[in-house]
């Protein structure tokens, strides 16, 4: 598909409670640039990406982030010299997660320039039955790229700011005339300022996870009753700030939480660069003593009983909590047996607002090209294996062509569409969208009335396998087949 997200933003506050656990150490101030005076705030870099519809995995390292002010004068780093970001800019499809804070001089910038290396690309190698990830090491044209804001960022002293980097990762990934991927990185983006909002200040978090750190009952600040830390996939350590209007899901509040424990969190940056969970879900604690592991990532092949019920799957391993890819390598398929015992859970509150109890998350619904988190114990041994005691479904973004309008209600947005993915995981098989007024149409979008089969769409949200006929919102499903309950609806450029 065409276009990639990543998005970078800027915050000012003088007060930021924010750990980056890169070396066990805390966020360090940038010194003051003399070009704009000793005057600093706080950069929040948030990331998220449209996926290129083969690949699986496509992680880069940044290693420098630079800010290049209008009126001339040396550049200004937005990233400590002894710390780095890895991130998996594929495993967002379509949402949005923090990277990183650091504090900034304030001032007027016209250019970031991004210092990248190490890119890993891992597609699906469909000549192979079943499907299996390839890893490849890729080879990037340039290890620095420098993009012009457009129009000029301002960031002022003791106020808000925000850039937008837009990664296009089907420009910057080289094909062949056949149209394999080569491993040549070519980083393609388009950088212009943010629009900043009073209720979600600068930016949602809509796909942060992590494991707990540790928890804190009170707070110095009024507006929050207290925090916890989050260690990120990448490493890197941020503290979580909960109010009283916080939601909480499998656990009985903030001092339900442990450290350790796997939790999911949807969450924003304040105006004075606080992160604030709106919703936490925390599930079972992992155990490395007991080879007992959260794996997060994309079911790539299902085997089914003689009643259609799921009782073993592949799972491509994106994350690891904590990390076991010593054992139990990250961009490999992991073999994961379901029991009795096994539990079925819908993850992300937020996600679920409207949510059809009809369509279960079960051994029945369990599907391919669906995102989840397995916490049970490993085997490593040859071929390595998994026994699930949970299973968590998570919202996804899907590549895919817009199809057909199945129904549309009288405020455009109830009802749904057909579309066709374009992941090889699925090989052509169309999903159902069903849309909801909540549901946000974006890139030009405004609602079910505004698509047309011309469009190529990010569609994010909860996909089921039904096995029964169903009819939701005017949209009559008929079974077998995959359903999607859309939560937002992007056009892509």
């Not at 690949?55 to 010299?81: D, R, W």
């Not at 990185?185 to 943010?194: G, I, L, N, Q, R």
């Not at 919202?395 to 066709?420: E, Q, V």
């Amino acid at each position: 598909m065409r276009k990639s997200f990543l998005a970078l933003v800027l915050v000012t506050s003088l007060g930021v409670l924010v750990q980056l656990s890169c070396g066990g150490s805390s966020m360090q101030s940038t010194n003051a640039n003399p070009n704009f005076g000793p005057a600093t705030g706080s950069m929040a870099v948030f990331g998220g990406d449209a996926p290129l519809c083969s690949v699986l995995s496509f992680e880069v390292t940044i290693t420098g982030i630079t800010l290049t002010p209008q009126s001339g004068g040396s550049a200004v780093s937005a990233l400590g010299s002894n710390d780095s970001i890895t991130v998996d800019f594929a495993a967002l499809r379509g949402f949005n997660t923090l990277l990183n804070l650091s504090s900034v001089p304030a001032g007027t910038y016209n250019q970031v320039t991004l210092t990248l290396s190490n890119p890993v690309i891992t597609y699906l190698d469909i000549t192979q039955n079943p499907p299996a990830p390839t890893t490849l090491n890729g080879t990037l044209t340039s290890a620095t790229v420098t993009i012009a804001i457009n129009p000029a960022l301002t960031l002022t002293a003791n106020g808000t700011a925000g850039l937008n980097l837009d990664f296009r990762l089907r420009k910057s990934l080289q094909v062949d005339n056949n149209g394999q991927i080569t491993g040549t990185v070519d980083p393609v983006f388009k950088a212009t300022p943010s629009v900043i909002t009073t209720l979600k200040g600068v930016g949602e978090l809509d796909d942060f996870h992590g494991l707990v750190q540790s928890v804190n009952t009170t707070s110095t600040n009024s507006s929050f009753t207290g925090s916890f830390t989050v260690q990120r996939p990448s490493g890197r350590t941020f503290l979580i700030n909960v109010t009283s209007k916080t939601d909480y899901d499998d656990v009985s509040g903030l001092s339900g939480l442990s450290q350790g424990m796997y939790v999911e969190v949807d969450a924003y940056v304040d105006s004075d660069g606080n992160i604030v969970a709106t919703e936490v879900e925390a599930e079972e604690k992992p155990d490395v003593s007991v080879r007992r592991v959260a794996f997060v990532g994309t079911i790539i092949d299902v085997i089914r009983d003689s009643a259609g019920n799921a009782t073993q799957f592949k799972l491509f391993v994106g994350e690891e909590h904590p990390d076991v890819s010593s054992s139990i390598p990250r961009h490999t398929s992991l073999m994961v047996t379901i029991d009795s015992n096994t539990r079925f859970h819908i993850g992300r509150m937020a996600w679920r607002e409207d949510h059809d109890s009809r369509l279960e998350f079960n051994a029945k619904s369990l599907g391919l090209a669906q995102e989840v988190t397995v916490i049970g114990r490993f085997d490593p041994s040859s071929p390595p294996s998994a026994l699930a005691r949970l299973i968590l479904l998570r919202p996804h973004g899907y590549a895919c062509n817009f199809s057909t309008r199945l129904a549309a209600g009288s405020d455009g947005k109830t009802g749904g569409f057909t579309m066709i993915p374009c992941s090889p995981v699925l090989r052509g098989q169309p999903i159902t969208a069903v849309t909801f007024p909540t549901t946000a149409f974006s890139g030009g979008l405004t609602d079910l009335n505004s698509l047309n089969t011309s469009q190529d769409l990010v569609v994010g949200g909860l996909l089921f396998y039904q096995q029964a006929d169903i009819d939701i919102n005017g949209v009559k499903v008929t079974a077998p087949a995959y359903v999607l309950e859309a939560k937002r609806v992007h056009e892509l450029d």
